[in-house]
């Protein structure tokens, strides 16, 4: 070795050593902190604050984007953990469902339980990701009744947001992190999940990458990390419809006014065969009615907001019967009422399923999950195509795992849920050794009524699954069918 080298050596080894000593010199990470002011939402006393986190969460640099966050504390001492409500959509925010979970789903918990709302990053308060128009809105008839996810709106929609936001960091793992860190924030060192739909997914994201932080969860509508939206929506929807039939026929005042329903829809399916048909509709702007063109697509589409629900299907057998017809005004006043993603953000939406869902979907996949169901494969092809003007965050195939935790959990669950099919929460249940699967008779993708809510209360007072009394589960009764539509 020449002396040269030598000192080359001795420079390496001493920049190393100081790179070595540098990092065990750094300081740790300061715990993330949250300002709570008094504020009122929903015409409910509360706490709000943001907490600032970075949008990109692994190199910790560049922009910082807030999360909103609403405290409802307990009415009295707060002696148990909080309980966390996760949104549905994906997109939807929290903190938009204050005033029913709180007065309602949640209501008797709060005595002791300080209820924590966080709007995950893009929804609500959280840097939200919500475009102008891409044909969701029904004043806008042509959109609206048009093709789905129309590719120009969405590429604009893109090109609008990504002026505020790297789209690709808007996934459901991030968005799980920002919530513990203000978990952490807020000082509650165990927390209690409640979630429906697709807060369902975030739920048992959340449980795996923060294991040891949740004492029980009770989720309703179960969507599994390999649901891969929109993929069942098909067979989810057709199942719906079937029953829709079947239970219209067996009430006597359905069958009554309504007695060939499913030659009535088919009859109105065909006249699509040849392509978009010429409906009379209100014109929302100017109060009249005027032809517009309605795409097969976004016919079933519509529907299919309406199936979702026991509440919206009650309405199913008229409006078909009406449509068979030729009068498309329920089926307008409807659509508009029960429609889906209009208070979701979407661009939140398409950067989660664009990111953890439809990458993954085989064209196998969509023949078998589609065939033979009145929704077809449009659904799901026209969601592949918008993803295409959209961008892929850093999710690979393992998001698809199976989440499995010992974690108290009850899956809630309807027999003739329209989105996430009772099918999902069958052969999640295995996953959760101490889970317990409660399937809801006559429900659909709803958290509603005394029996789900007094299941919720006495779960989270004990959490002890399969000890829970939840005969009132199968007493349930589905609404009474719309004889006319006002």
Same mark, same amino acid.
């Given at each position: 070795?020449?002396?040269?080298?030598?000192? +080359?050596?001795?420079?390496?080894v001493?920049?190393?050593?100081?790179?070595?000593?540098?990092?065990?010199?750094?300081?740790?990470?300061?715990?993330?902190?949250? =300002?709570?002011?008094?504020?009122?939402v929903a015409?409910?006393?509360?706490?709000?604050?943001?907490?600032?986190?970075?949008?990109?969460?692994?190199?910790?640099?560049?922009?910082k984007?807030?999360?909103?966050?609403?405290?409802?504390?307990?009415?009295?001492?707060?002696?148990?953990? !909080?309980?966390f %409500?996760?949104?549905?959509?994906?997109?939807?925010?929290?903190?938009?469902?204050?005033?029913?979970?709180?007065?309602?789903?949640?209501?008797?918990?709060?005595?002791?339980?300080?209820?924590?709302?966080?709007?995950?990053?893009?929804?609500? *308060?959280?840097?939200?990701?919500?475009?102008?128009?891409?044909?969701?809105?029904?004043?806008?008839?042509?959109?609206?009744y048009?093709?789905?996810?129309? !590719?120009?709106?969405?590429?604009?929609?893109?090109?609008?947001?990504e002026?505020?936001?790297?789209?690709?960091?808007?996934?459901? &793992?991030?968005?799980?992190?920002?919530?513990d860190?203000?978990?952490?924030?807020?000082?509650?060192?165990?927390?209690?999940?409640?979630?429906?739909?697709?807060?369902?997914?975030?739920?048992?994201?959340?449980?795996?990458?923060?294991?040891?932080?949740?004492?029980?969860?009770?989720?309703?509508g179960?969507?599994?990390t390999?649901?891969?939206? &929109? #993929?069942?929506?098909?067979?989810?929807?057709?199942?719906?419809? /079937?029953?829709?039939?079947?239970?219209c026929?067996?009430?006597?005042?359905?069958?009554?006014?309504?007695p060939?329903?499913?030659?009535?829809? /088919?009859?109105v399916?065909?006249?699509?065969?040849? $392509?978009?048909?010429?409906?009379?509709?209100?014109?929302?702007?100017?109060?009249?009615?005027?032809?517009?063109?309605?795409?097969?697509?976004?016919?079933v589409?519509?529907?299919r907001?309406? #199936?979702?629900?026991?509440f919206?299907?009650?309405?199913?057998?008229?409006?078909?019967?009406? +449509?068979?017809?030729?009068?498309?005004? &329920?089926?307008?006043?409807?659509a =508009?009422?029960?429609?889906?993603?209009?208070?979701?953000?979407? *661009? +939140?939406?398409?950067s989660?399923?664009?990111?953890?869902?439809?990458?993954?979907?085989?064209?196998?996949?969509?023949?078998?999950?589609t065939?033979?169901?009145?929704? $077809?494969?449009?659904?799901?092809?026209?969601?592949i195509?918008?993803?295409?003007?959209?961008?892929?965050?850093?999710?690979?195939?393992?998001?698809?795992?199976?989440?499995?935790?010992?974690?108290?959990?009850?899956?809630?669950?309807?027999?003739?849920d329209?989105?996430t099919?009772? %099918?999902?929460?069958?052969q999640?249940?295995?996953?959760?050794?101490?889970?317990?699967?409660?399937?809801?008779?006559?429900?659909g993708?709803?958290?509603?009524?005394p029996?789900?809510?007094?299941?919720?209360?006495?779960?989270?007072?004990?959490?002890?699954?399969?000890?829970?009394? =939840?005969?009132? +589960?199968?007493?349930?009764?589905?609404? =009474?069918?719309?004889?006319?539509?006002?």
């Amino acid at each position: 070795m020449t002396s040269k080298t030598a000192i +080359a050596v001795l420079v390496v080894v001493g920049l190393s050593a100081a790179g070595a000593a540098a990092v065990m010199l750094r300081k740790p990470e300061p715990p993330p902190t949250i =300002a709570l002011q008094p504020c009122e939402v929903a015409n409910i006393s509360a706490q709000c604050g943001t907490l600032e986190v970075f949008e990109d969460r692994g190199s910790r640099r560049g922009r910082k984007i807030g999360i909103n966050v609403v405290v409802l504390r307990a009415l009295g001492s707060a002696t148990a953990e !909080p309980i966390f %409500w996760l949104e549905g959509g994906p997109g939807g925010a929290a903190t938009s469902a204050i005033g029913p979970v709180s007065q309602q789903y949640l209501r008797d918990l709060r005595d002791s339980r300080d209820l924590v709302f966080v709007d995950q990053r893009g929804t609500g *308060g959280s840097n939200p990701l919500n475009c102008t128009e891409i044909g969701e809105s029904p004043d806008n008839l042509d959109l609206f009744y048009g093709r789905l996810f129309p !590719p120009l709106l969405i590429r604009a929609c893109r090109q609008q947001l990504e002026q505020k936001a790297d789209l690709r960091l808007y996934t459901t &793992p991030l968005a799980m992190d920002d919530m513990d860190d203000v978990r952490a924030a807020l000082g509650y060192a165990h927390i209690n999940l409640a979630g429906a739909s697709y807060g369902t997914l975030s739920a048992q994201i959340y449980i795996k990458r923060h294991p040891g932080r949740v004492r029980a969860a009770f989720l309703v509508g179960l969507a599994t990390t390999g649901f891969k939206l &929109p #993929l069942p929506f098909a067979r989810a929807t057709q199942n719906a419809w /079937d029953r829709v039939v079947t239970d219209c026929a067996a009430d006597a005042k359905c069958h009554g006014a309504f007695p060939d329903l499913r030659t009535e829809f /088919d009859a109105v399916l065909a006249r699509f065969n040849e $392509g978009p048909v010429q409906v009379e509709m209100r014109d929302p702007a100017t109060g009249r009615d005027r032809a517009v063109t309605l795409e097969r697509e976004a016919f079933v589409e519509r529907l299919r907001g309406m #199936l979702y629900t026991t509440f919206g299907a009650r309405v199913i057998p008229i409006v078909v019967h009406r +449509a068979f017809l030729g009068d498309f005004h &329920p089926f307008q006043t409807m659509a =508009a009422r029960h429609r889906l993603g209009g208070a979701s953000s979407r *661009g +939140a939406y398409f950067s989660m399923t664009c990111s953890e869902s439809v990458p993954f979907i085989t064209e196998d996949e969509i023949v078998a999950e589609t065939r033979g169901t009145f929704l $077809g494969d449009r659904r799901t092809r026209a969601h592949i195509e918008a993803c295409k003007e959209w961008v892929r965050g850093d999710v690979d195939r393992s998001f698809l795992e199976p989440v499995r935790t010992d974690v108290s959990v009850v899956l809630f669950s309807g027999d003739v849920d329209g989105a996430t099919p009772p %099918w999902i929460a069958d052969q999640a249940i295995a996953n959760f050794s101490n889970g317990r699967l409660i399937r809801a008779v006559n429900t659909g993708h709803q958290v509603s009524g005394p029996c789900t809510w007094e299941l919720m209360h006495a779960f989270f007072t004990s959490p002890v699954a399969r000890q829970l009394d =939840a005969s009132c +589960a199968a007493d349930l009764r589905r609404p =009474a069918f719309a004889l006319e539509v006002n």
